[in-house]
């Protein structure tokens, strides 16, 4: 029986270069498929929140400061993002397409607990979700961060914003399932060190669902 796919998520700060990261792997992944002789696409690439969705329409009319919402119903807004696309994640791996996937509920939980949110609450809504095989965590130092251009224009991107995130999203680390990625370095390092975690993974192991965050 064909193996199945992988799914992996990528997270860390804004110019962490991890949406690059994530779809230069995509190509990377799917250029060496074609190169065997496979017609079928074997990687693709999702991103949350999926701005196109009924839900991430609302989340980029906020994040855009077109319109301002609750707070509590923002984040349940991104966990229910995240949950539209449930189906497609395992239909995917079972048909043995890897899955990358540029942010998931580790920066939901990180932002919402950046804004002041209750932990347990914040921490609950998105359990049930796909499990990543990996979460691949974009460690890049302020210095560097700083280097690669200014913020933007959006509603979270401010460097309060990135502070207060920057402080928690370390602590939703588990080691039996997160690597750190030197962010630091040019853009071919970083590459290949993805593709050196990405070729490590095991694809023998069960998908499970998160059991908790
Ligand atoms: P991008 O800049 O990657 O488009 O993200 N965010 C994201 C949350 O607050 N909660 C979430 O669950 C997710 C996935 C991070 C847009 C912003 O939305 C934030 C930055
Ligand atoms: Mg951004």
Not at 94 to 122: H, M
């Amino acid at each position: 029986m064909a193996s199945r796919g992988l799914f992996i998520v990528f997270e860390g700060l804004d110019r962490s270069g991890k949406t690059t990261q994530a779809k230069e792997l995509v190509k990377t992944i799917n250029q060496k498929s074609a190169e065997a002789g496979n017609p079928n696409p074997a990687a693709i690439i999702m991103n949350f929140p999926d701005r196109q969705s009924v839900i991430g329409k609302l989340i980029d009319q906020y994040l855009k400061k077109e319109i301002d919402l609750d707070e509590h119903s923002l984040h349940l807004m991104f966990s229910a993002d995240r949950f539209l696309k449930n189906q497609m994640i395992r239909e995917s791996v079972a048909n043995g397409i890897d899955v990358i996937c540029d942010r998931y509920c580790y920066s939901g939980v990180a932002y919402s607990l950046a804004k002041g949110l209750p932990e347990t609450w914040v921490r609950s809504s998105d359990v049930g979700l796909p499990k990543p095989d990996a979460v691949l965590f974009f460690d890049v130092s302020p210095e560097v961060a700083a280097k690669r251009g200014g913020f933007g224009q959006e509603r979270l991107e401010t460097s309060e914003m990135q502070k207060k995130v920057a402080a928690v999203m370390p602590t939703l680390r588990d080691d039996a399932f997160w690597k750190t990625v030197n962010a630091d370095g040019d853009m071919e390092t970083v590459e290949k060190e993805v593709f050196r975690i990405y070729e490590q993974l095991d694809r023998q192991k069960p998908f499970e669902s998160l059991e908790k965050i």
